[in-house]
């Protein structure tokens, strides 16, 4: 299967809940995400969003597993399954402190954040920063939702909506 072809959303829903089961283990928080999260009918890629206990295993056998790793960095792996499809393991952080001794900046776990970005879709983050930027707030999809050099909400999706003023959408509602 090529990446361009579709899976039905059941059949997508089952190679993502058999490489959460594998990958879980390694992880603190671990979630489907994208099109099969948002429940589209036809789903051209696998989305995991994870929060690493031991990134090292999770390459291992993402490696051993997978036909081949096509790109990997801090944030994302991506991977061919030995069917073709694509599949993205999207990292999200611990917190962290960025800047020097004398302006650190302090940002809280992401896994909201990333959670919400790589849900999607596209139209609908396009709508949330354009949102965040009319009420004086920065959306950051890897830091969280900014007011200047602050980041004031991160870690869950319903406290980044409450932070843009904004009832929670389901993800099934957010096309």
């Not at 039905?8 to 809940?17: C, G, M, T, V």
């Not at 962290?96 to 139209?123: A, H, Y």
Request: proline share 5%; net charge neutral; hydrophobic share 40%.
């Amino acid at each position: 299967m090529s990446h361009k072809q579709s899976l039905q959303l059941n059949r997508a829903e089952a190679i993502a809940n058999k490489i959460i089961d594998v990958l879980s283990p390694h992880c603190k928080k671990i979630e489907a995400a994208g099109s099969i999260r948002r429940k589209r009918p036809t789903v051209h890629d696998i989305d995991i969003v994870a929060w690493p206990s031991d990134r090292a295993a999770i390459d291992a056998i993402l490696i051993e597993r997978c036909s081949g790793i096509i790109s990997s960095g801090s944030q994302i792996t991506t991977a061919a399954l030995r069917d073709g499809t694509h599949l993205d393991v999207f990292y999200t952080m611990d917190e962290r402190t960025i800047g020097d001794m004398f302006e650190p900046r302090v940002f809280p776990p992401n896994w909201g954040s990333v959670l919400l970005c790589r849900t999607g879709s596209l139209r609908h983050n396009i709508y949330l920063i354009e949102h965040a930027k009319r009420i004086g707030l920065q959306w950051a999809p890897v830091d969280g939702v900014m007011r200047g050099k602050e980041c004031i909400a991160a870690e869950t999706e319903e406290e980044i909506f409450k932070a843009l003023q904004l009832d929670f959408i389901p993800p099934e509602h957010r096309n």
